[in-house]
């Protein structure tokens, strides 16, 4: 009996502790104003094929954002058309999946500004893309598998402008020593955080100039 109440006990706790930290507890609706914890990561990975739910956190966490018309056809075809309000992209903020979106406002929000702010005194202005959208498969080929950026399931970064006009560039700033280039591996490390895939220049030599991130469900953790 006394092994019962402890338990009871125990039990009550845990949940009296879960409600006071949702970011930990697997059943609670996901809220990207609450902070990261242990249940994040798997909530994350859950929006990636319910693009439903995924608005329904957008909402839920007051985020503001604009739900597009579909557009385009067969495998480019994208049912998926979500637009943020707030992220400082340039030029402008391109149309990207609901997953996609929810990363990319983390990412800015927890690794980039953070970073930028810690090692140059400065935040973010600008996040400079190569695009979003693009209607081919991997790499360009007449064939094989096609890529996440015909669905605009992926972004391309090249580059960053401070809030001081200091300007980051993947190209010039990745293999060097100095600041930026500690910058631009430290937010690459912390994009794995949000995004299925992470591809850097680091990969290989197509992803030179720039950042692949994307939010593909056939993959988990590639970070290179």
Known sequence: M???????????????????????????????????????????????????ACRAVLERSDIAHEVLEPAGEGACRREDRTRLGDLPLSPATPPVTCPAAIAL?????DVLDPAARRIFDSGIAEIEHLGAYSCRRLYGRDEGPWSEHATANALDIAGFVLEDGTRISVLRDWRGEGDEGRFLREVRDGACGSFATVLSPDYNAAHADHFHLDMSPRWRGVCR
Do not use: N
Request: proline residues 7%.
């Open 2 to 52: 006394v092994l019962l109440l402890i338990l009871a006990a125990c039990l009550l706790a845990g949940r009296a502790w879960l409600a006071a930290h949702p970011q930990h507890d697997p059943w609670a609706p996901l809220d990207l104003r609450h902070p990261v914890g242990w249940a994040t990561e798997a909530k994350l990975r859950a929006l990636r094929d319910d693009v439903r």
């Open 105 to 109: 406002l983390l990412w800015e929000r």
